[in-house]
């Protein structure tokens, strides 16, 4: 049996979800956007986590140090479909902070969503800075 087509209503619900969850530092939530076997690429990082349980595991790390996000925004939102998988890509502006100290950061972000079973997760984030824009 195949899946339905995924919508662009569809794609910007699971969207919204995985940022609330991520702005709220909801680790539970969170990763329950995610397949299992989903990769990720985040130019903070020196490897592509090859899983969620590798991302769930440097997770950790970070709230161990005290790490926690504040706020993060989506915009720039746009929406690809390509039947049971869809492309979404978008700004975000987030702020964490870690034992006391804020940082606020702009990146590029790119996320790729799957319909399966009925289910709609993410396979796939890459992450990347924000350039500088030096025009006046």
């Avoid at 910007?12 to 939530?29: I, K, M, P, Y």
């Avoid at 990769?39 to 790490?67: C, I, K, M, N, P």
Wanted: contains cysteine.
């Amino acid at each position: 049996m195949t899946d339905a087509h995924l919508t662009e209503e569809d794609v910007l619900h699971a969207a919204n979800a995985l940022v609330e969850a991520f702005r709220a530092t909801d680790t539970q939530a969170y990763f329950a956007c995610f397949a299992e076997d989903a990769t990720f690429v985040f130019h903070t990082e020196d490897r592509r986590l090859g899983s969620r349980a590798a991302y769930e595991q440097l997770w950790s790390t970070w709230l161990d140090a005290g790490w926690r996000v504040t706020d993060c925004s989506s915009s720039d939102r746009r929406v690809q479909l390509l039947g049971d998988v869809a492309v979404f890509t978008h700004d975000v502006r987030t702020t964490t902070e870690t034992a006391g100290e804020s940082e606020t950061t702009r990146e590029r972000e790119t996320i790729v969503f799957r319909r399966s079973d009925g289910t709609i997760t993410a396979v796939h984030e890459h992450l990347s800075p924000t350039p500088h824009d030096d025009r006046k």
